[in-house]
């Protein structure tokens, strides 16, 4: 296959899972605020026992609530019928997607740099059943059997770890706007009494604790080390990959999320509506960053490889990345004209 080829294929493959992002922001729901059950853990693949990573967690959790599944297991036709299972006749199969980097060397005839390391995109689709969508499974796979917990600790043991393994620092300050200072490497939150509810709580601190990550000492994410301005792409793929990043800690720490924590849902949904509008790979990129982010958070003594990002330093950071105040006092404006289409087009 050509080069041209493939990367057809893989832009058609953005445009999908984006599409799909799209359509449930435009329905009113926002994909990364948990639609998966925390009792019964992330998405998991039949072939492997391990849960999804990355936009596949979306993707499965969106479909599942959509079509009131319980299992949280998937598995493709394949793969069920080697579990002695058959899919029943007329069920509808949902696509996931394998995506990684890749590191080739460069092609000497063609290439200005022989020595050059080239790094190249892998993605690669599949279609996956829910158990309930087949008979015949062994009774493990049935919404009825719901897998033990995999949860990493009780968030406050995860949130001390990560503190204390090298992560940043944490303050409460009464009145304070929740923030992640990357020239300080510290956390301000507002004084814990301040937030409505545990919930909410667990929800804005996982949120910068997924900022945090992306420190130069720690991942070294563009979004936070090579900070440009409010409102570009990379604050965008930034934010998102902390809002899906802090919703898997949130599952994986047992400390649910709700969809109602946010008293700036318009402007919010509004902001995702025209960042996704304008970059078909945000939501799958910002996807894998989130889950490098959850899993340094969750095991901080197992440091992830940086991400590169050349020319990105510390000095080039502004001092405050805001969750919710600065994307909202961005996007509001834009928020209504997005809703309205979204709503036409659904209708």
């Known amino acids: 296959m050509s080069g041209q080829a493939r990367g057809s294929r893989r832009g058609d493959l953005y445009r999908d899972v984006t599409g799909r992002i799209i359509a449930a922001l435009e329905a009113g729901t926002v994909p990364w605020q948990q639609p998966w ?27 599942a609530e959509e079509r009131g599944y319980q299992s949280r297991w998937w598995g493709t036709y394949r793969q069920i019928a080697g579990l002695g299972g058959q899919v029943r006749r007329g069920e509808r199969s949902v696509r996931v997607v394998f995506w990684k980097q890749l590191e080739t060397g460069s092609d000497p005839e063609n290439d200005a740099e022989p020595e050059r390391v080239r790094r190249v995109t892998l993605l690669r689709a599949f279609r996956v059943f829910n158990a309930e969508q087949a008979g015949h499974l062994p009774q493990r796979y049935q919404a009825a059997q719901p897998a033990s917990p995999e949860l990493a600790g009780q968030p406050q043991d995860v949130l001390d770890r990560y503190l204390a393994s090298g992560g940043p620092a944490l303050v409460h300050a009464a009145g304070a706007d929740p923030c992640y200072d990357t020239v300080r490497d510290q956390i301000t939150l507002p004084a814990p009494a301040q937030f409505p509810s545990r919930s909410a709580f667990w929800a804005t601190v996982f ?3 997924a900022h945090s990550t992306g420190h130069p000492r720690r991942l070294n994410r563009p979004g936070i080390a090579g900070f440009d301005h409010y409102g570009s792409g990379r604050y965008a793929r930034e934010e998102l990959a902390a809002e899906i990043g802090g919703a898997m800690l949130c599952t994986a720490t047992g400390a649910a999320t709700e969809a109602s924590l946010r008293d700036d849902s318009a402007a919010y949904i509004g902001g995702w509506l025209e960042a996704l509008g304008d970059d078909r790979k945000l939501v799958v990129t910002a996807a894998s960053q989130a889950e490098r982010a959850a ?42 004209s997005h809703l309205e289409a979204g709503m036409e087009a659904g209708s």
């Open 37 to 63: 059950d925390p009792a019964l853990g992330r998405p998991a693949s039949m072939s492997t026992r391990k849960p999804y990573r990355g936009v596949n967690v979306l993707l499965l959790g969106l479909a």
């Open 207 to 209: 949120h910068e604790a």
């Open 295 to 336: 899993d340094l958070v969750l095991e901080p003594g197992r440091q992830a490889q940086p991400q590169p990002a050349p020319g990105a330093g510390a000095d080039q950071a502004e001092p405050a990345v805001t969750a919710r105040a600065r994307l909202t006092a961005h996007w509001a404006s834009t928020a209504r």
